[in-house]
């Protein structure tokens, strides 16, 4: 997303912050506990070098996926450093963390369980699946 956005002109790093950080952290009402950097706050921080090329890879993830669909792109921007908690999580391309050591932050639903008021596409017995339903 970095280099669609900001290496591309399209965002600049205050927005793409706001889209990838802070409005989550909102949304799933996680804020301001995360999605800031401030007194008080659980912030992960990442140090990018903003010139760097790479060529993805779903080896050089930390995930459970096992592929990217982005494999063998050439993308500009990379993570050099995450930090969480005050500790080195991420350095250069290595996990220095272990598996289950993220901390559990309680939190009320968000925005993003509120109802939306009206009812999904599913359970509105209009549109064409209840047209194709009823011929």
Not at 18 to 44: H, Q, R
Not at 78 to 99: C, F, M, N, Y
């Amino acid at each position: 997303m970095f280099d669609a956005a900001v290496t591309q002109g399209r965002l600049g790093l205050e927005r793409f912050v706001e889209l990838t950080s802070t409005a989550p952290a909102k949304l799933y009402g996680l804020y301001p506990k995360k999605g800031a950097l401030a007194v008080g706050a659980d912030a992960d921080v990442v140090v990018w070098d903003p010139g760097k090329t790479v060529r993805l890879e779903s080896a050089m993830l930390h995930d459970n996926t096992g592929y990217t669909p982005y494999e063998g792109r050439a993308i500009t921007g990379w993570p050099e450093t995450v930090l969480s908690r005050g500790r080195v999580a991420v350095r250069d391309g290595q996990l220095h963390v272990a598996p289950g050591s993220g901390r559990f932050l309680p939190r009320a639903a968000g925005d993003a369980a509120q109802p939306l008021g009206r009812p999904s596409a599913e359970f509105a017995g209009s549109g064409a699946a209840s047209r194709a339903s009823a011929a």
